[in-house]
Nanobody, 126 residues
């Protein structure tokens, strides 16, 4: 079963925090790469943060030091994105994704990921 279900989005003022969660099925959680992507209106979908099965994480420069991606255990199968010091430019629809990337380098474009959630909206006001 392929399943990714995001939650935790909402509206917050600049400087605030949110934590996104992504509940995954056994199959998607076992892919070698998982990540968070976002898409603002009129813009292309972009990578925010990724994590491999080896624990290696990667971040977009724009969120480095403010966002943290993490995975819990194989029993609860949840991917998280802790977002601190939020800025208005972080406003977007955030998507959880999973994929079996051929070389395990997870920091690749969204087209490399096969499985996607429905998205959760994050809105940051000035």
């Amino acid at each position: 079963q392929v399943q990714l279900v995001e939650s935790g989005g909402g509206s917050v003022q600049a400087g605030g925090s949110l934590r996104l969660s992504c509940a995954a099925s056994t199959y998607t959680y076992s892919r070698n790469c998982m990540g968070w992507f976002r898409q603002a209106p009129g813009k292309e979908r972009e990578g925010v943060a990724t994590v491999g099965q080896n624990g290696i994480t990667s971040y977009a420069e724009s969120v480095e030091g403010r966002f943290t991606i993490s995975k819990d255990n194989a029993e609860t199968r949840t991917l998280y994105l802790q977002m601190n010091s939020l800025k208005p430019e972080d406003t977007a629809m955030y998507y959880c994704a999973a994929g079996e990337l051929w070389d395990g380098d997870c920091w690749r474009g969204p087209y490399e990921y096969n499985y996607w959630g429905q998205g959760t909206q994050v809105t940051v006001s000035p």
